[in-house]
């Protein structure tokens, strides 16, 4: 008899992920979870790329495979907190690297209706890798080895990332971002996250990568800045209360659930701090530089332009005339009824000079109901008899109805001016 094979327990697992059964597949999760612990605590142990790669390919099948909004969330938020079982920092980035190669990879071959679970998916791994940064304490080193990968991976115009990913990522950073260190992170260590986008943006020859870069960082950092500069006075504010306070022991109010979703909604809370001059120094340092293509530096300048504004305490909406201003954030409701009462009283002042103004031509719609209104007359003697039969067309009748009314207006026409004459002629033979 022949021996089978065995096969290794990262294919395995891969098989299993991929299965058709959704129990099959979340017992593969929760034992692959359990193979990450045991194999990363070995000292010889470790997971090399080749093993990660099937590990990634398993799980992407096993998304695929998922229905149900809800139980994909689920799926996702497992699957992405993977990360957390890994006990190295390598083993953490090399099965992020691997992530990302896979979504590279596998991205062109997404249909539109599985399209949505898979920025998700995306959504959720950022964000929990942005939460083993935060676990260490946002220490510089492993930001920039997190900044190296994905620059390397996704923004890199080397890198082998189609363009959805790359927008897709650029547009959901700063707010992955901000919902984990919005309250720990400073300026400087903001401008440090943003810095590869900075130099993407000044040498990339991709106009779609060099708009939503300005689009997705910059022009959102803008957007941002009334929530960003709000936050911080509220900061001031309880340090302020804390230092008159200090002899008393104050237990602060736990925020609710409605307050925080609000915040959430509004965008404060999750706003970064951002140092507006050195982040347009920066950019303007990138955009100088030689070897930056013209329109990207055109572009640049311009965001630069409103950074600097931002740096002076000018906000964007400062340059709006008032009235228009107030027009953009009137509702459209209220502008509904101020045209009904422009038109109202138009009216009035028509009616009380009793002069009317032209009368606007009858509608198709209008002309219609007239004709289907109107009745067949009795022929005068002497007309020509209707022609029977139901061949007639409406249009024909209608035509032919038209031409017999303009035959009759002209015999009344002629019978006024041949009257007067008339009366001539008697008078004159009465005379004689």
């Known amino acids: 008899m022949v021996s089978r094979v065995q096969l290794p327990p990262e294919i395995q697992l891969a098989q299993r992920l991929a299965g058709n059964e959704k129990v099959t597949r ?37 998304v695929w495979m998922q229905d149900k909004p809800l139980l994909q969330e689920e799926l996702g938020r497992t699957i992405s907190q993977l990360i957390h079982a890994f006990q190295t920092t390598e083993a953490q980035y090399l099965f992020l690297q691997t992530f990302w190669q896979t979504m590279n ?35 510089e080193s492993h930001c920039e080895q997190l900044l190296r990968l ?29 919902k984990v260190g919005a309250k720990e992170l400073t300026a400087d260590q903001n401008l440090r996250f943003i810095d590869p ?15 939503d870069i300005a689009r997705g960082i910059f022009e959102t950092i803008v957007e941002q800045a009334p929530f960003a500069i709000e936050d911080l006075m509220n900061e001031l504010d309880e340090q302020e209360e804390e230092e008159e ?52 530096r055109k572009r640049l300048y311009k965001v630069v332009r409103k950074l600097q504004d931002l740096a002076a305490g000018v906000f964007p909406e400062d340059d709006i005339p008032e009235k228009v201003y107030a027009y953009r954030h009137e509702g459209r409701l209220e ?7 422009l038109k109202s009283q138009l009216q009035n002042k028509k009616g009380k000079g009793g002069t009317e103004g032209p009368r606007p031509a009858p509608s198709s719609r209008t002309v219609r109901r007239k004709k289907k209104g109107r ?21 024909g009748a209608c035509s032919s109805r038209w031409g017999k009314s303009r035959v009759r207006a002209k015999e009344a026409v002629e019978a006024t001016f041949q009257e007067p004459k008339k009366i001539k002629k008697r008078i004159q033979e009465s005379k004689q």
């Open 26 to 62: 979340d017992r593969a999760v929760k034992k692959l979870r359990k193979y990450i612990v045991a194999r990363t605590q070995r000292d010889a142990g470790g997971f090399t790329r080749d093993a990660l790669l099937k590990v990634w390919k398993g799980l992407f099948y096993c």
């Open 105 to 139: 990879r596998e991205w062109t071959g997404i249909d539109r209706l599985r399209l949505d679970k898979y920025y998700m998916l995306m959504r959720m791994v950022l964000n929990e890798s942005l939460k083993a940064l935060q676990m260490r304490c946002w220490e």
């Open 150 to 178: 994905l620059t390397a991976e996704i923004l890199h115009p080397d890198s082998q990332a189609p363009h959805g990913v790359k927008s897709h990522f650029t547009e959901i950073f700063l707010e992955e971002l901000g």
């Open 197 to 211: 986008f900075c130099r993407i943006a000044a040498r990339t020859k991709d106009p779609r990568d060099l708009h």
């Open 245 to 296: 306070e200090e002899g008393s022991v104050r237990r602060p109010e736990p925020e609710t659930g409605e307050e925080a979703a609000e915040n959430d909604e509004d965008g404060t809370g999750t706003a970064l701090q951002f140092d507006y001059e050195a982040v347009a120094n920066r950019l303007f340092e990138m955009a100088s530089q030689q070897s930056t293509p013209s329109q990207n």
């Open 335 to 341: 502008r509904k009824m101020k045209k009904r009462l």
């Open 375 to 395: 009745t067949d007359r009795v022929q005068p003697e002497g007309a020509a008899p209707q022609e029977q039969g139901r061949a007639h067309s409406r249009r």
